[in-house]
């Protein structure tokens, strides 16, 4: 039995820092995983805040009041972002922030709040992979190598783009099953874990037996990752 795993990569712009003293989101870029990978399927919009945009949030996003005035505002698609998300994992850089705002906006429109333990924070997963190292987005894309010179402001579909990579190295790179260290192999902990004994005796954990031809679309989504790697290193010549 293939277990199929979704993630939805999320991103939000706002107009300021704090939802509860009447910050408002103006923009949610989400990207989808499948297994891991990056299916094409995005979820992006520009709102309409209903309010002003104080100066030095433009300054981060670029966003302005006169383009944002005839967008949407967030009542008129609550339904079709829910429906994207559905009930997948969120991950998120500093995802206690974007939840904030997410739910901010759900509650004023009467649709109840999304758990925090729906969420996978990067933030706390960098910290946890490199502590007292600087675990901003554009920190983490730096040591993985992943090229930012596109990003002059933060979006929010292409911050998501970003790091739904950076998330992927964050987890074991791109094949995170396959970490070759001294603790891989626990099928029960996760990538980076031993197979461990069974408990009081010597029978150890055993991996269940899996499919490994891929199929036709799996075919077709790696070769489509693979298509936004920079200068991988197996396309090297002189090696």
């Given amino acids: 039995m293939i277990v199929t795993v979704r993630e939805i990569i999320l991103d939000t712009e706002t107009t300021g820092l704090n939802p509860k003293t009447g910050d408002r989101i103006v923009e949610i870029g989400c990207f989808e995983l499948m297994n891991h990978m990056p299916t094409g399927r ?8 209903e309010r002003d945009m104080p100066p030095e949030a433009e300054r981060v996003h670029g966003l302005s009041n006169a383009f944002l005035a005839d967008k949407p505002i967030f009542a008129t698609i609550a339904e079709e972002f829910l429906a994207f998300i559905a009930d997948a994992p969120l991950v998120a850089h500093n995802a206690n ?3 904030g705002f997410v739910n901010a906006e759900l509650e004023r429109v009467g649709r109840n709040r999304l758990p925090p333990d729906r969420t996978i924070d990067t933030v706390d997963l960098a910290r946890r992979k490199f502590p007292g190292a ?3 987005l554009d920190a983490l894309c730096r040591r993985f190598q992943i090229d930012t010179t596109h990003r002059t402001k933060h979006g929010a579909l292409l911050d998501a783009e970003l790091l739904a990579r950076v998330y992927l190295e964050l987890i074991g790179g791109r094949e995170p099953g396959l970490t070759l260290d001294s603790t891989s192999g626990d099928p029960t902990a996760g990538p980076g874990k031993t197979a461990r004994s069974a408990e009081g005796g010597s029978a150890p954990v055993v991996r269940p037996q899996r499919m490994h031809e891929p199929t036709p679309d799996e075919r077709e989504l790696h070769a489509a990752f693979l298509a936004t790697l920079k200068d991988p290193i197996w396309r090297r010549e002189n090696l």
Wanted: hydrophobic share 35%; glycine share 0%; net charge negative.
């Fill in 42 to 49: 995005t979820y992006h919009v520009y709102l309409n805040p």
């Fill in 97 to 99: 922030f974007d939840l």
């Fill in 134 to 136: 600087q675990a901003s």
